[in-house]
């Protein structure tokens, strides 16, 4: 079969269809059923319904695989998006509130995705659980933002979690205790995906079981898989029974992604009538951010072109600041019965990510992913908003929660603000070595959070501690060569300082 997987990589490459191609293809597919089929008979009776939709529509998944010829877009179509379509937040805030804001506010839904875990900090169990605050977890954060929507407005605003099989069962335990909140909390979950050889282009699983060595046979497939799984978990129609007409969705680890009342008005009452079922935040790219996907005009939509999708000879004028000035922060508001509409008519439409792994034993598999945003093109009167930066305040290492942490940002019912005392308004950057990946290994290194209200850039390498009520300002560079270790001592200042070598007292 391997022999078929190059058959087909070498027959795709060349141009134009052919018959080759396509007995090849369809070789391809009948093996795949043949052995989603065997995969299905092993399913327990309570899984038999579940397992099968989610196998039919990896099926489908696989199938547009086949069809498509690599992820480059046709580069000379892509052109910058019409001005009106991306509106600066200031020209959507300038219109002010309705003063029947909470029945705008009992429209809407939250959802938060999350389907992922700590691991790439060194934690178990899923992500939305690690402490970022004063002992709150990411998790915590949300409901307290919602919880104070619903006391503020009096309204009705429920929490849903997009859950996957690797979080479902830790989050469903510490749910119990937001039961007395004033949030309604309701779950469901992202497909399973089987992964596939690289080779051979087959599952790589044997039963339906995850568990065990089972575990890395599987993974979900990506937050764009939560239109089909929304709709099949029978919540979207719950929902828009309710009442409910739009759900804000986001990344449970983008702490800047709170209800937004402004944006929100402008979607129940648009300007000129004509409502969007799609909104994009949208901010403004810095050096860091070049590899962020980018809203584009192609073939007269707007669409999301994602890094992987670029030809290689274009790659750069991609991460180009000048060209592409902004990127997408995952934070979208949508339509209810849009994502219906669009379910029911098989009409949604996302490029496919192909993602390569090694897993432990060596094994080269893919999986196959969709993006949330890439679906912008299948909405209609779709829109972009230039939102603030602060809107855009991910969590995914220990550098970006030192910044959460620390004195730059104030906590107040869940949402996290910039310090007034903070004289601009520029997130500082910060780069923490790996002896500091691990979040348990980070927090043995700081005895108390660093003031950190005046820094400009913080680079941390190698054995470093510090100690309390130290105080960081301007370029601070500290780099603990290879078998040294420094230890700043409480109560130090370093302001413009590059400490090396061997330190344990610091002379200040």
């Not at 269809?17 to 391809?28: G, N």
């Not at 929507?149 to 690797?166: A, C, E, G, I, R």
């Not at 005895?447 to 850039?457: N, R, Y």
């Not at 040294?484 to 002379?507: C, Y």
Request: charged share 25%; glycine share 6%.
């Amino acid at each position: 079969m391997s022999s078929f997987a190059k058959d087909f990589s070498k027959a795709m490459s060349q141009a134009g269809p052919s018959q080759f191609q396509e007995v090849i293809r369809q070789e391809l597919e009948d093996s795949m059923k043949i052995e989603l089929d065997k995969i299905l008979a092993t399913a327990p009776s309570n899984e038999l319904e579940h397992t099968k939709k989610d196998l039919e529509g990896f099926k489908k998944l696989f199938h547009r695989f086949l069809q498509e010829k690599g992820p480059s877009v046709d580069w000379g179509k892509i052109q910058r998006p019409p001005e009106d379509s991306i509106q600066p937040y200031e020209k959507i805030k300038a219109r002010g509130l309705p003063d029947n804001i909470a029945s705008v506010l009992n429209k809407l839904v939250v959802v938060k995705l999350n389907g992922g875990l700590g691991t790439s900090m060194g934690c178990k169990g899923p992500k939305s659980l690690i402490g970022v605050r004063n002992e709150n977890t990411f998790l915590d954060l949300t409901v307290q933002q919602i919880e104070h929507l619903n006391k503020t407005y009096n309204t009705d605003v429920p929490l849903v979690l997009m859950n996957s099989f690797n979080t479902d069962e830790d989050t469903k335990k510490i749910l119990q205790k937001y039961s007395h909140t004033r949030v309604k909390i309701y779950t469901f979950n992202q497909s399973r995906y089987p992964r596939i050889n690289k080779e051979t282009l087959l599952p790589i699983a044997k039963d339906v079981s995850y568990s065990g060595e089972n575990t890395e046979c599987w993974y979900p497939p990506g937050h764009g898989d939560i239109y089909g799984s929304f709709y099949n978990s029978g919540l979207l129609d719950n929902l828009i029974a309710e009442g409910k007409e739009y759900i804000f969705v986001s990344n449970i680890d983008n702490l800047g992604a709170t209800v937004d009342l402004y944006i929100l008005n402008h979607l129940m009452n648009p300007p000129n009538g004509k409502r969007c079922e799609f909104v994009m935040e949208v901010t403004n790219k810095t050096r860091a951010d070049v590899k962020g996907g980018t809203l584009t005009q192609y073939e007269n939509k707007l669409r999301l072109v994602e890094i992987a999708q670029v030809p290689k000879a274009h790659v750069d004028e991609f991460k180009s600041v000048s060209k592409f000035k902004i990127f997408n922060t995952n934070n979208l508001w949508i339509a209810l019965s849009a994502i219906k509409r669009l379910q029911e008519k098989n009409a949604i439409d996302m490029e496919i990510i192909v993602n390569p792994k090694t897993l432990d034993g060596g094994l080269n598999v893919i999986q196959l992913e969709t993006a949330v945003g890439a679906a912008i093109k299948s909405f209609e009167n779709s829109l972009g908003i230039n939102v603030p930066r602060s809107r855009f305040l991910p969590v995914k290492t220990t550098s970006d929660l030192l910044l959460v942490m620390s004195n730059l940002y104030s906590l107040n019912a869940g949402s996290l603000t910039m310090s007034e005392k903070r004289e601009f308004p520029t997130v500082p950057l910060v780069k923490l070595g790996s002896s500091f990946t691990k979040v348990q290994d980070y927090l043995r290194r700081f005895e108390s959070i660093p003031d950190m209200l005046e820094l400009d850039h913080l680079t941390v390498s190698g054995d470093v501690t510090f100690g309390k009520n130290v105080s960081l300002k301007g370029t601070v560079i500290i780099i603990a060569n290879h078998g040294d270790r420094i230890d700043i001592p409480a109560g130090a200042v370093l302001e413009n300082k590059i400490v090396s070598g061997n330190l344990r007292i610091l002379d200040h």
